[in-house]
T-cell receptor, first 116, second 111 residues
Framework: GAVVSQHPSRVICKSGTSVKIECRSL??????MFWYRQFPKQSLMLMAT?????????EQGVEKDKFLINHASLTLSTLTVTSAHPEDSSFYIC????????????FGPGTRLTVL | QKEVEQDPGPLSVPEGAIVSLNCTYS??????FMWYRQYSRKGPELLMY????GNKEDGRFTAQVDKSSKYISLFIRDSQPSDSATYLC???????????FGTGTQLKVEL
């Protein structure tokens, strides 16, 4: 149980294009999903917290117009990197918290974004 | 000072050794403590989850929380090469609040 999927697993795009990443909880409902960014050999950096049916809460320094988050259902959240630039190249990971309780987060496998 | 401190390693041990991984923290409001394992280029995998102080055992893994010392540990018995990964401690104050992560300790178990 507690499986989270992400799609795509890897994406390469040209500078200036937008990229959408999907995060799905497969066997549980998630009232809250989180989006993280991770640079090589570094820990996870929380970008935003996404609650189903409401606007996402962004961490300080994260541009909400750059990183659009939609949490339309209890099993799906999307992150869109708009007008991507090479500095946006990173490993993006989502996590989901089970609505039935506990404070654990279950992570997706991550999406490797490379912007040329 | 970071809220959560974790030695980044790398930590190299022989196969079969007992591994001790640790984190210290400064926020006394943390109540939920987790250990995640992350293989290279993969998402973190939840290993252990503990509420408040005490011990929890699951197979070869034992998690310990000492809230009075603000210190948590993960022990791995009979370590295997497949345990080679980065281990992240994480904690939260509860109520669905965000997790605060350590920087991760890179572990290598050698044959």
């Amino acid at each position: 149980g507690a499986v989270v999927s992400q799609h795509p697993s890897r994406v390469i795009c040209k500078s200036g294009t937008s990229v959408k990443i999907e995060c799905r909880s497969l066997d549980f409902q998630a009232t809250t999903m989180f989006w993280y960014r991770q640079f090589p050999k570094q820990s996870l950096m929380l970008m935003a917290t996404s609650n189903e049916g409401s606007k996402a809460t962004y961490e300080q320094g994260v541009e909400k117009d750059k990183f659009l988050i939609n949490h339309a259902s209890l099993t799906l959240s999307t992150l869109t990197v708009t007008s991507a630039h090479p500095e946006d190249s990173s490993f993006y990971i989502c996590s989901a918290r089970d609505r039935r309780g506990a404070d654990t987060q279950y992570f997706g496998p991550g999406t490797r974004l490379t912007v040329l | 000072q970071k809220e959560v401190e974790q030695d980044p390693g790398p930590l190299s041990v022989p196969e079969g050794a007992i591994v001790s991984l640790n984190c210290t923290y400064s926020n006394s409001a943390f109540q939920y403590f987790m250990w995640y394992r992350q293989y290279s280029r993969k998402g973190p995998e939840l290993l252990m989850y503990t509420y408040s102080s005490g011990n929890k055992e699951d197979g070869r893994f034992t998690a310990q929380v000492d809230k009075s010392s603000k210190y948590i540990s993960l022990f791995i018995r009979d370590s295997q090469p497949s345990d080679s990964a980065t281990y992240l401690c994480a904690m939260s104050t509860g109520g669905g609040n965000k997790l605060t992560f350590g920087t991760g300790t890179q572990l290598k178990v050698e044959l």
